[in-house]
Structure formats: C-alpha cells, structure tokens
C-alpha cells in the first residue's frame, strides 16, 4: 500500500479487519474515518475477491483504491495474522458480508480470542447449535460478540431483551415488523407501481439483503426472530418458525441474475393479495409472532388500518416485547430498521463498547 499509516498509538488500541466492503462495510469505512473512531485502527479490508492487510494501519478513506490495485489473494489467515502483528490488546474482526461461509468461521475466531462484530446473521440466526457453540467459543477465548446491528439495524432492542432476562423478566410474546426492506416495500405498495419496481428501489437503496429472496422468502425475518428468541433464552430452532414465504416456487432456486431480471413474475400475485385487502379495508404487512406457546410464526398478514403496523412509514420495524413485567402493555421499540448509515454505526458501537470494555 502506498499510503503512511499512522502507527498505534498504545497496545491498548483496537485493531480491526473489515470483511465486506459493500453497502454496510462502505459506510462503516466512512465512520471509521470519523473522531468517533479514534482508538480503532483498520489493518485489513476485504471483498469476495480481493483483501489488503497491513500491521501498521490501513487508511479507511484508502480502502477502495488499494483493493482495487491488490493482487492478494483472498485469505483470512492473513487478515488475522494483520490482526496479531498489530500488537493491539483488542483485536477484532467485523463481518459486514452476508456469508454463510464467513459466519462458520465465527465460533473458530473467538475460541483463538479475537473479537467478532457482526451484521451477518447467519451465525447467530440459523442453526440453534451453531449459536450454542459461538457462545461457548466466546466464553473460551475470553471475548465478545458484537451482535448489534442483526437486529433492528441497531435499534436498541438486543440490548434491551438481555437486560429483562438478566433482571429475571420473561419474555412472553414477540411481535412486529423486523425486516426494514419489507416494511418499505408494503408501506408503499400502494397499487400506484409495480412491487417489483419497488423492490428495484429498495435494493439500490442498500435495504434489501444482497440476494432478495432471503428478505422475500422470509428467512432474514425468521433470523431475526431466532436472534432474539435466543438471547431471551428461548432454545428456538429453525424448524420451529413456520415461514410464508413471497417467492413463487419458479423463482427460488434460480441463480440470483436470473432472479433479477425475472422480478416482474413476483407482480400478479401480489397484486392480487393488496387488491383484495384494499377492498376488505386492510393492508398488508409482513409480521413475526412467537406466541406464549413458543409458537413462531412469519409471513404476509392483512391488518385494518388502525393496526400499528400498518402505521409506520419508511424502513421502520416495530418490535413489541410481552414479558411477565410488561404483560398489560408490551414494551414498544421502533425505528429505521435497515440502511447503511444505521446498520453500520452499530457496528461501531458495538466495536467502541468492546473498545471501552478492554481498555477499563
Ligand atoms: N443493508 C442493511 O440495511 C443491513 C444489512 N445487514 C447485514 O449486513 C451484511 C452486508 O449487507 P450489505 O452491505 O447490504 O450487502 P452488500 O451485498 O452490499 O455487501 C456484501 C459485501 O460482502 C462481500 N463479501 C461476500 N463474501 C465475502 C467473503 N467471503 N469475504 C469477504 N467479503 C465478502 C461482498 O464482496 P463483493 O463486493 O466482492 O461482492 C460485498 O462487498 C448482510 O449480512 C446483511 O444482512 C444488517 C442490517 C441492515
Ligand atoms: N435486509 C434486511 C437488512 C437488515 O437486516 C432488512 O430488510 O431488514
């Protein structure tokens, strides 16, 4: 790299390797170049096809140039071996990827004591064991999980459930909107367009997740729900969410340039569905319930109009939490729940909370 990175100021500094350098990582690189960054030091950057490392500091602001002049191969040995050579005391390592292959390794990075903050959900919201065993690599290595940002594009709802649950609260029922992409979608599919022209909107403005059909097929909703499920201390599995999803059978296991230039097939039928609720009165919304029965439940609904639901406007999720002490009225957490600038400062906070923690 041609750049002079700055060297770290103190052992007690963070190092950091950013995998992903997409909509979220871009953002996130355009924050670490921001004060509230001081004392996080970047010494490695990757993509699907290249990655740079460098010990002594890489300039976010460089990152784009100097992958694009790389002829590295991609290795996440090399990454981590930045990490080490940096001799910072914190060392972490941020997936911003949607990777299945990257969050298998997140069990392996904490249990040899590197940090791990995430806005892939693949780790933490698919199979139960794979969470079970992230969390006992965690406690192994002595580190933390930084899982901020896979739920409610950091809207304070993660922190909160755990808070109830180390305070003896129980989650009862869960309810709401968890996915930004598709609360966008239904609160303005209105008639007036297509839905597959606004899905086009929503994934050239970063909502959508790289592959659509996890939004639309329902799995990042379940994800999601799994993900809190779970940190409320319910042992929930995949096979225990019942899924609707919104991809006709013709569409789903086509590669994802076909799917792209075939979006239009997704418009008779979901027309139809808002047709008929509009003419009922309704609207439709995508919502996630666990009920008290450890019920869990995803898919399109018609709501009446006066449905908080149907009262939300642009990205924002809605996630209602029943517990034994907030069983009269649940406790109400909304907000924008997608976007990068959102998603990728709770990436920094979760890396300036794991910062603080090391340095005290
Ligand atoms: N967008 C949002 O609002 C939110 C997103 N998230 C999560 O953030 C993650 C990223 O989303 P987003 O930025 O929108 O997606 P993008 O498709 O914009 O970016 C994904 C990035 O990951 C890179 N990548 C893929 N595989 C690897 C790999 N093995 N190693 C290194 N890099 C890799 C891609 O590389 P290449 O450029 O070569 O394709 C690309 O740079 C997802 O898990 C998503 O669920 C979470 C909350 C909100
Ligand atoms: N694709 C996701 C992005 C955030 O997790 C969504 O639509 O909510």
């Known amino acids: ?38 004392g996080l030091y970047l010494v490695g950057a990757a993509n699907s096809r290249r990655q ?10 460089q990152v784009f140039a100097a992958l694009g002049a790389s002829t590295l191969p991609r290795d996440d040995a090399a990454l981590l071996a930045a990490l080490d050579a940096s001799g910072a005391s914190c060392r972490v390592v941020v997936d911003a990827t949607a990777s299945g292959e990257e969050a298998a390794q997140h069990a392996a990075w904490l249990a040899a004591g590197f940090h791990v903050v995430s806005a892939n959900k693949a780790a933490t919201g698919e199979k139960l064991s794979a969470w079970q065993d992230l969390h006992r ?3 192994r290595g002595a580190v933390s999980y930084g899982d901020a940002a896979t739920v409610g594009a950091g809207l304070p709802v993660l922190s909160t459930l755990r808070r109830l649950h180390a305070c003896g609260d ?24 297509p839905f597959s022209a606004l899905l086009r909107d929503a994934r050239a403005f970063g909502y959508t997740e790289p592959d659509p ?9 379940a994800r999601k729900l799994l993900i809190l499920a779970r ?27 076909d799917f792209l230039n075939r979006m239009e097939e997704l418009d008779g039928e979901i027309e ?5 609720a509009a003419r009922e009165g309704g609207v439709l919304r995508f919502l996630a319930r666990l009920d ?13 109009p006066t449905h908080p639901a149907a009262r939300l406007a642009g990205t924002d999720n809605l996630f209602a939490l029943t517990t034994q002490r907030y069983q009269v009225q649940p406790l109400v957490i909304q907000g924008p729940g997608a976007g990068p600038e959102v998603t990728a400062q709770a990436l920094l906070g979760d890396l300036l909370t794991l910062r603080r923690n090391v340095a005290a």
Do not use: Y
């Open 292 to 304: 008290e029965r450890g019920r869990a439940h995803v898919g399109l609904t018609q709501v009446a």
């Open 272 to 276: 139809a569905r808002r047709a008929q």
């Open 137 to 139: 690599a965690a406690a």
């Open 1 to 38: 790299m041609s750049a002079a990175p700055k060297l770290f100021a103190c052992p007690k500094d963070t190092a950091i390797v950013l995998l992903g350098t997409g909509v979220v990582g871009c953002a996130l690189l355009r924050l670490l170049a921001t004060p509230a960054a001081s």
């Open 170 to 193: 129980r989650l009862l029922a869960l309810d709401g909107v968890f996915s930004g992409s598709l609360s966008w979608l239904f609160n303005h599919f209105d008639g007036s367009r």
């Open 231 to 257: 940190s409320a201390g319910h042992a929930l599995d995949v096979a225990d969410v019942e899924i609707e999803s919104l991809v006709p059978p013709q569409l789903r296991d086509i590669d994802m340039a």
């Open 52 to 61: 740079i490392a460098n010990a002594r500091g890489v300039v976010p602001t």
């Open 213 to 221: 059909r996890i939004d639309l097929g329902g799995a990042d909703v």
